[in-house]
């Protein structure tokens, strides 16, 4: 695996300095301790209240560091990636933020965790400061173990007590909310990858096809394999797991958590499917999906529960000076409002015609089957998609097939045109519905398909700028539409196909996504749209 740093010595403080240089100024500081005891502290922290700290070893970020600041935090310490800090770090932190108050340590239930910040809190005891300790072991992955793991359900623990802090509780009410809440919380979590820390060698321990349920956060195994399957499945199954380990009764806040590499619009698949499971009855308040207590980049999720009352919502709900911290919003069903109507005037009748529809249907199919081929050239030349592309116009076109007014060419050629324009993304989507919507009106008035479709293309170069000689689809389509219009169908197909081809020897493309490409990259690779162009004539033709 590659990663981003300098030494990997100094991969955690340069990370601290990151976040405090970002942050606004003056509400962040760090001690002058620095490498051995890496301690984030608020900046306006004048000791008069209940202070609340937590910590343990980094790559969980923007745990712990990212959580100090008014309303939660006063200070994080932090040991190396995955490695407790010591003794004398988290007692630093004491001396340092803890005043006539005293202060509430949280702690994940790791044993290297457990033992430093414990005797941190003796030795600090014995200098007179009044410490208290709260230990979270939300894992249920493994419920036969006396000592679960504390897990991404520490951030409801942190946010609980910092608000009650902020409202100058005293240590006895702040450190007692602490304990019920640790106490009703449950987390399972889930990945596809392990996690890969920077300078050291990564050895990958899951197949192609496997994942780990119920993992911790620290790249340890989890407590089952299980077969890649759909995210649906995967959350059903922590969905009926996470259930089981909670009361029959009561109303939940729910934590969706980002292990550290899953992509955003995957995260929203996961936040909906899980808002559809057995779980959703029984949430009432969500906070993510974010990356909240990640694994470095591991390719996972985690999800919390703990039951919510009065106290704990309006916690919960209340302002905080973290940014990474995500707000609790009550969980609410999809707004849906009505798109303008479009005017039934304005939509051709259907009709039936028997070519037509088979001519159509024999192209979508075939560009079906090349989406595969299609996105490994795209791969190599852009961004991967275009096969998915025109499957997805594909397939709209399909689904609309007996609804195509097929005995009126014009109208039919601007029905296509607006059912790509909705279907298609990115710009083959537009720039298709502006050809075939231009060769509608032009057909309308010169009664001419070829010279309707020459006209269409004018059009498309026009506001897309791409041209002859730009590795685009423009490369297939000019040539194969004079063609058309100089000696008919299969003499397109050849000039369509023989311009598809003609774009494996252009290194540069001057359009479009590969124009973002190397000339390296592109040598001897054929543009996609181009290919799928030479497709679409070469079926029209029958030659496929």
């Known amino acids: 695996m590659k990663h981003f740093f300098n030494r990997r010595e100094n991969i955690v403080t340069e990370a601290l300095d990151g976040l405090l240089q970002t942050a ?12 051995d005891i890496k301690v984030v502290l608020r900046g306006d922290w004048d000791k008069a209240k209940v202070a609340i700290i937590s910590g343990g070893g980094a790559g969980h970020e923007p745990s712990h560091a990212g959580f100090v600041g008014k309303g939660m935090l006063t200070a994080a310490v932090s040991g190396e990636i995955f490695a407790s800090p010591s003794v004398d770090a988290v007692l630093t932190a004491i001396r340092a933020v803890t005043g006539s108050k005293g202060c509430l340590l949280i702690v994940k239930n790791y044993t290297g965790d457990r033992l430093n910040f414990g005797l941190a809190a003796e030795k600090a005891r014995v200098e007179g400061f009044r410490v208290e300790m709260v230990i979270v072991a939300d894992d249920i992955a493994l ?14 623990v942190h946010k609980i007590a910092g608000h009650l802090a902020e409202q100058d509780a005293d240590l006895e009410t702040v450190a007692s909310a602490a304990r019920l809440a640790a106490h009703d919380i449950v987390s399972l979590g889930v990945s596809l990858s392990s996690c890969s820390i920077p300078g050291q ?19 340890e195994p989890g407590a089952e394999r299980i077969a890649l399957q759909e995210a649906r499945s995967i959350v059903a199954t922590m969905s009926e797991r996470l259930s089981r380990a909670l009361p029959e009764d009561g109303g939940y806040v729910l934590l969706i958590n980002n292990l550290g590499a899953v992509p955003p619009i995957e995260m929203g698949l996961i936040a909906h499917t899980v808002l559809s499971s057995s779980l959703a009855e029984r949430v009432q308040l969500t906070i993510g999906p974010a990356p909240l207590m990640t694994a470095l980049n591991m390719n996972g999720f985690s999800l919390s529960l703990m039951r919510l009352d009065g106290e704990r919502e309006a916690a919960l709900k209340s302002p905080v000076g973290p940014h990474a911290w995500i707000p609790a919003v009550e969980r609410h069903d999809v707004s849906v409002l009505p798109a303008t109507a479009v005017p039934a005037t304005e939509l051709a009748a259907a009709s039936h015609d028997p070519a037509a529809d088979r001519l159509i249907a024999a192209i979508c199919d075939h560009l079906l089957s090349l989406e595969a081929e299609l996105n490994h050239l795209d791969a190599r030349a852009g961004d991967g998609d275009t096969g998915s592309t025109v499957a997805t116009g594909s397939r709209s076109v399909l689904a609309h097939i007996e609804k195509l007014p097929l005995k009126d060419i014009a109208a039919t050629l601007s029905s296509i045109g607006s059912i790509l324009s909705t279907s298609m993304g990115g710009s083959s989507g537009v720039l298709l519905s502006i050809f075939f919507t231009a060769a509608a009106k032009a057909y309308s008035d010169t009664k001419d398909i070829a010279g ?10 026009f506001y897309g700028g791409a041209a002859v000689g730009d590795r685009t689809m423009v490369d297939a389509l000019d040539p194969a539409l004079r063609a058309l219009k100089a000696r008919g169908l299969a003499a397109a197909a050849s000039a369509a196909r023989a311009g598809a081809d003609a774009t494996r020897a252009m290194k540069k493309a001057k359009a479009g996504r590969a124009s973002y490409v190397g000339e390296r990259d592109l040598d001897g690779v054929p543009d996609p749209g181009a290919m799928a162009v030479a497709a679409v004539f070469e079926v029209a033709a029958g030659l496929r």
Request: without cysteine; proline residues 9%; glycine residues 14%.
């Open 201 to 219: 060698a990564h050895v990958e321990r899951l197949e192609a096809e496997e994942g780990e349920l119920g993992l911790g956060i620290h790249g």
């Open 24 to 35: 606004p100024a003056g509400s962040l500081a760090r001690l002058d301790t620095y490498p």
């Open 452 to 461: 309707a479709l020459l006209a269409g293309l004018e059009r498309m170069i």
């Open 143 to 156: 419920p036969e173990i006396p000592q679960p793991r504390g897990v991404a359900g520490t951030l409801f």
